[in-house]
Structure formats: C-alpha cells, structure tokens
C-alpha cells in the first residue's frame, strides 16, 4: 500500500516509533529511522526491517531538541528517496517533578524534544509534500494531550500543545492531499515507562509486577498495555486510503482511559 512512499519516523530506535517504522516498512514504506542508542544496535535495527521488508532503510541521528539537526534529517530523507511522504513525529521524553520544583532545564528540554520538534519536522516536510500532492503526517500525543496528571506539567503541556497543532496543520492542508492527526495512546509497556514503575515500585517498597499492576489500574479501565505493534497498524490506517478524509483527529487508544 505504501510503496514508493517515505517515511520518516523520530525516535524510533525504541519503543513506539520503532513498532510504528517496522508496521509501515511491511505496508511497503523506505523507512529513515531516528533515536539514540548504541551503533552496533541501530545497525542491526536497520539492516533487520530492509530485509524482512525488502524497503529502503536509513538512520540518521539528528537531536530532535536542535532545528538545525531536524532540517539536516529531512533533508537526508528527501536526498535518499527523493522526497518526504509520510512524517510520524514520535520522539519523546519525560520527566515528573511536582510544578513548583520542576528543574528549568527539563521543562525546556520536554518542550523542545515533545512539541517544538513537530513544528520543524512539519514545517520542513510539508513543501515535500505539497509539491507531490499527497502526505500523511502523524503526531505521536498520549493520554496526556487530552487530560492532565500531577507531577506532568512539561509533558501535559506538550501533549496539549501537539493535539493543538495537529488540528491546525489538518486546517492548513486541508483539500491539498494532506492529512495531520494525532495518536493518544494511555500505557505502553516501553522503556519510557518501565522507568516509572521501576520509580514506583521503589517508592512503595514493592516489586516491578505489582507496580505495573498498580500503574494500570490508577488509569487504564482495560488494566492492559497497548502494544507498539497496535499503534504501528493505526498508523498504517491514517496512511491509507480509507483515512483519506480523516484528518485534525486525536484518537484516542488508551484502554478506556479518557473516557472515565
Ligand atoms: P522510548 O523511550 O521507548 O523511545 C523514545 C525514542 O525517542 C527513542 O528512540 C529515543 O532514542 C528517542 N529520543 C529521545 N530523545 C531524543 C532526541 N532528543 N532526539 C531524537 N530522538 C530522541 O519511548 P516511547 O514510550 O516509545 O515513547 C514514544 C512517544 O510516545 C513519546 O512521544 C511518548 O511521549 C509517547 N507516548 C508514550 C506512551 C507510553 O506509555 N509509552 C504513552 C503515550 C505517549
């Protein structure tokens, strides 16, 4: 379905966006990964989704927190494959810290990596994707872009902040091609959020199984995790053709989450 297509796909060397890379390498997508990790690892990641899949497959290693780097990383897609056609910003951190004690480096750090960075990527991709008449852009919110917790002010704020651009650049793009939505996933089992029940159990003294028991059932009624594999296939969709209408959306995969 995606064939001929590229995608670029940040902060995928984990987690999510590496789910989401793989789910649309096998719909036929060239793939430029992006994340930090070890080389060894990220080649072995790389040279893995070009042969299953039979795609094109890159890393470049751009710091989403720096524009310049961002525009170095679009620019390599367009030189590689010849154009950009599908932008997943994904790229993320997180940090918790109640609002008042929140150090000032890691609000700006937040905002940068989780919101500012989306502004670039599509503001660089989209005259790519206007000059072929077709692009899919999809923003990797959470939970978060559409309620609040304590100790999340960066990262709420963030999210917040991407659910709003995602439904101006659907405004913006609209009748050319284009489409601009958001993904609100609540718990995926990720090293972004083993770090908190690794933080929680430790804090309540019990062990890892019992706090990521605790942590879904705290906020996610279906008591389950999403998978990164069930994100990487919605991805697909609002690339598809049955999502060609479909746009300024944040939907929300949450295991009933938001609807409390
Ligand atoms: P993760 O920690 O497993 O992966 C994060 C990825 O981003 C890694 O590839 C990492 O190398 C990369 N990254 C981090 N900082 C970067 C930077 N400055 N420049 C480039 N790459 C950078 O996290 P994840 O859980 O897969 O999260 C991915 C996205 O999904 C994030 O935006 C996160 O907020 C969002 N999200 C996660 C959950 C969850 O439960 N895990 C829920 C909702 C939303």
């Known amino acids: 379905m995606l064939k001929g297509k590229a995608a670029i796909v940040t902060g995928s060397t984990s987690g999510i966006g590496l789910g989401i890379a793989r789910s649309l390498a096998r719909a036929g997508a060239d793939i430029v990964l992006n994340g930090f990790g070890e080389a060894a690892a990220i080649e072995e990641l790389r040279r893995g989704i070009e042969t299953e899949f039979g795609v094109g497959v890159i890393h470049h290693g751009a710091d989403m927190a720096k524009p310049a ?19 997943v910003n994904n790229a993320g951190i997180q940090h918790t810290a109640p609002v008042d004690q929140f150090p000032v480096d890691r609000w700006d750090a937040v905002i940068a990596i989780n919101l500012s960075s989306a502004f670039h990527g599509i503001r660089l991709a989209l005259p790519h994707m206007k000059a072929r008449g077709w692009g899919r852009i999809v923003n990797i919110a959470s939970a978060h872009g559409l309620v609040a917790s304590v100790n999340k002010s960066a990262y709420v704020a963030a999210k917040h902040g991407i659910v709003g651009l995602t439904k101006v650049v659907a405004l913006e793009t609209a009748g050319c091609g284009i489409t601009c939505n958001a993904i609100c996933p609540g718990w995926v089992l990720t090293p972004l959020v083993q770090k908190q029940i690794d933080a929680l159990a430790e804090r309540e003294g019990i062990p890892p199984q019992e706090a990521e028991v605790r942590l879904l059932s705290e906020k996610q009624p279906s008591r389950a995790f999403t998978t990164p594999e069930q994100l990487g296939e919605l991805a697909v969709f609002l690339c598809g053709p049955a999502a060609a209408n479909l746009t300024g959306a944040s939907l929300p995969v949450d295991g009933g989450w938001t609807a409390q």
């Open 69 to 87: 780097e961002i525009e170095a990383l679009v620019a390599a897609c367009a030189e590689r494959f010849g154009g950009v056609d599908v932008l």
